[in-house]
């Protein structure tokens, strides 16, 4: 049996979140820490539980994690809103067999739009080029064992031609673009939120593609409608195109390595 990618998720994930508090000085509430990993759990617990399936506490991890790193309230019950829509939207927006969102990213988006108490905190990593480094040497790890560094290496490639684009296009030093992409935050996205393997298309050709899209879909927001937080609002925005993705290059779906078989149902009377 293969070694379960989200193992290397968790750690890493846990790693950045731990760095982040003691290093870098986090503006994150223990109480909501704890908010978010248990509603995340418990909502997990509830959703395998309801459709027969053994409990699976891995992904659920990966989502609370992302949603610690990414994610800023005041409020305690903000931040359990944002971990039940994450795990909920697994259970309830599904397309043949898939769920349709990232959960953290669906998470995010739920607490910002639905209360005036939570925002995204891209900026929090700074632009150290050590810094970027170590958040893409730690995300390259998780990719690979994963299989979809394709979609990852596909999307700053595509982002970064943007990026480089814009700044020649209204004369801007090449120092600005490379600053750009000196980001902790484009880094965790490009590694931990697009290439999440449930959520992205089933083949190579279709990622590549959709990473493309969602890199367009930021620079928009960014550079057209001149809104902070381009990244999640594409992926959100584009999540939708995976299903047709699917149907117009079909491919075999991703399974976990060690993932848990449905747990034994009873005969009924």
Known sequence: MRWDPRYNQIFTLGALLVYGLVALDFEVQWPNVVAVLLSTQLTQWLGDRRIGRRYDPRSAAISSLSLCLLLRTNSVWVAAFAGMVAIGAKFVVRVRGK???????????????????????????????????????????????????????????????????????????????????????????????????????????????????????????????????????????????????DRLIPGDKYQWSGAHRPAPQLASA
């Open 99 to 245: 769920h349709l969102f990232n959960p953290a990213m669906v998470g995010i988006v739920a607490a910002v739009l639905l209360t005036d108490a939570a925002w995204i905190s891209p900026g929090q990593w700074g632009n150290a080029a050590l810094a970027a480094l170590f958040f893409a040497s730690a995300g390259t790890t998780v990719v690979q064992r994963a299989e979809r560094s394709d979609v990852t290496y596909a999307f700053l490639g595509f982002y970064a031609l943007l990026l480089f684009y814009r700044s020649w296009a209204v004369f801007e030093p090449v120092t600005i673009p490379v600053h750009r992409l000196q980001s902790g935050a484009l880094l965790l996205f490009a590694f931990f939120m697009i290439s999440d393997p449930k959520t992205t298309p089933d083949t190579r050709a279709g990622r590549i593609l959709y990473a493309g899209i969602v890199a367009l879909g930021a620079y928009f927001v960014h550079f057209v409608l001149f809104r902070s937080n381009g990244l999640v609002w594409s992926l959100f925005c584009c999540s939708p195109l995976v299903p047709l993705i």
